[in-house]
């Protein structure tokens, strides 16, 4: 019952998705048609230019809403990441699980199964509560950026410049900028604790900067700021340098262990030998 409501829901995002992709390049107005537009990607472009009315901008509203959407779904990337380090932490029952249970007959399986779901049940870690913040934030990620491609459309609004770019030209300064800035928070997210996640570190930036060089600057300035704010979520959350501090810290005490003893002055005697007793009577005379 839960595989078929994801279905369903992943059917439903993918189709409202689509319906934004055909329009990306369309002009946007308030009576633009369509749920897409109405509840999604219209408020979000009413949002910018209410906040380039009071900043003076377009480069300066898009940097504020970014930074306000990123403040309105932190909580939901917080639930993410506890998610996803408890998913993380009970990886070695998991494969412990996987060796008691090797083959892939139906009895086998199910007693993983069973036993699989009481391990979550007992450690209280649901894999679907890193799936829900996901599906919840995307549609307004993706609206934002489709808002921005589409205002660039719209013959009624000049993006301006700023720092000197052209908000609705490409600039490869600034794709570099979000290439550098997206291989950074995948540098210190998730992606560094798992071998099969390494591949996005290299493909996303080199994505980001081959699309950096032909999309306007505008949509490129929202991925460098929002690269930004996860890379400062990632610092409080992942803690990713005190995560190389520990293996060094844990390799010295032994190092500490196995130092042999400092070697004493010579000429010193050690605090625990006994004098000597010295043989035969008095120095200096002989026994008449």
């Given at each position: ?50 906040f380039k009315g009071l900043l003076g901008t377009y480069g300066l509203a898009i940097i504020a809403v970014t930074i ?160 930004i704010i996860s890379f400062i979520t990632n610092i409080f959350m992942y803690k990713p340098f005190s995560k190389k ?44």
């Open positions: 019952m839960k595989k078929k409501l994801w279905l369903v829901l992943m059917v439903a995002f993918l189709a409202a998705f689509l319906a934004g992709c055909t329009e990306f390049n369309e002009p946007i107005y308030e009576d633009s048609e369509g749920f897409w537009n109405k509840f999604i990607v219209w408020p979000l472009v009413s949002l910018i230019i209410m306000l959407i990123r403040l309105v779904i932190l909580p939901l990337m917080i639930k993410q990441v506890q998610s996803s380090k408890r998913m993380q932490e009970i990886q070695p029952e998991i494969k412990a699980l996987q060796a008691k249970y090797p083959s892939k007959d139906a009895v086998t399986q199910k007693k993983y199964q069973e036993e699989f779901q009481q391990l979550l049940k007992t450690r209280n870690v649901n894999p679907a509560a890193g799936c829900l913040p996901v599906l919840v934030q995307m549609p307004i990620l993706i609206g934002f950026y489709h808002a921005i491609s589409r205002m660039n459309a719209t013959p009624e609004i000049a993006l301006g410049d700023i720092f000197g770019v052209h908000l609705a030209e490409p600039s490869i300064i600034l794709a570099f900028i979000a290439a550098a800035a997206q291989f950074v928070v995948l540098r210190t997210g998730p992606a560094m604790d798992n071998p099969q996640m390494k591949a996005m570190m290299y493909f996303m930036p080199v994505m980001i900067f081959a699309f950096g060089t032909f999309l306007p600057s505008a949509l490129t300035l929202y991925w460098i700021i929002g690269n501090e520990e293996p060094a810290a844990a390799t010295a005490a032994p190092a500490a262990q196995n130092r042999p003893a400092q070697q004493k002055p010579a000429g010193t005697r050690p605090a625990t030998q006994p004098k000597a007793k010295k043989k035969g009577g008095k120095s200096g005379g002989k026994k008449k």
